[in-house]
Nanobody
Framework: QVILEESGGGLVQAGGSLRLSCTAS????????MGWFRQAPGKEREAVST????????YYADSATGRFTISRDIAKKTVYLQMNSLKPEDTAVYYC??????????????????WGPGTQVTVSS
């Protein structure tokens, strides 16, 4: 089990940027995947991006590809999500999540055991 805490959310105009951070307390094993999900009002929770802890391999949803970048700092046990060219449709609560044994279904929230409380991202027109 790891305890996750997000930070970096806020209000930004369309076209702007934000960097989200997720800091983990506890041991992150080599089999872990650390991911970002988001949920807008009235919509399902959806995957944004995941990074494989062992080698830094990354996975992106179509909505994030080319605009968002996920990265990790092993020493700080922190995962980042750099979000550029933000759009109003990016508005959501963003959650950090940990999958203890990352497999091919990185996009499935049911695979993730630990979740942070979320941070609000609001993109205005």
């Amino acid at each position: 089990q790891v305890i996750l805490e997000e930070s970096g959310g806020g209000l930004v105009q369309a076209g702007g940027s934000l960097r989200l951070s997720c800091t983990a307390s506890g041991r992150i094993l080599s089999t872990y995947g650390m991911g970002w999900f988001r949920q807008a009002p009235g919509k399902e929770r959806e995957a944004v991006s995941t990074i494989r802890w062992s080698d830094g391999a990354t996975y992106y949803a179509d909505s994030a590809t080319g605009r968002f970048t996920i990265s990790r700092d092993i020493a700080k046990k922190t995962v980042y999500l750099q979000m550029n060219s933000l759009k109003p449709e990016d508005t959501a609560v963003y959650y950090c999540a940990a999958d203890r044994f990352l497999r091919t279904r990185w996009y499935n929230p049911d695979e993730y055991e630990d979740w942070g409380p979320g941070t609000q991202v609001t993109v205005s027109s």
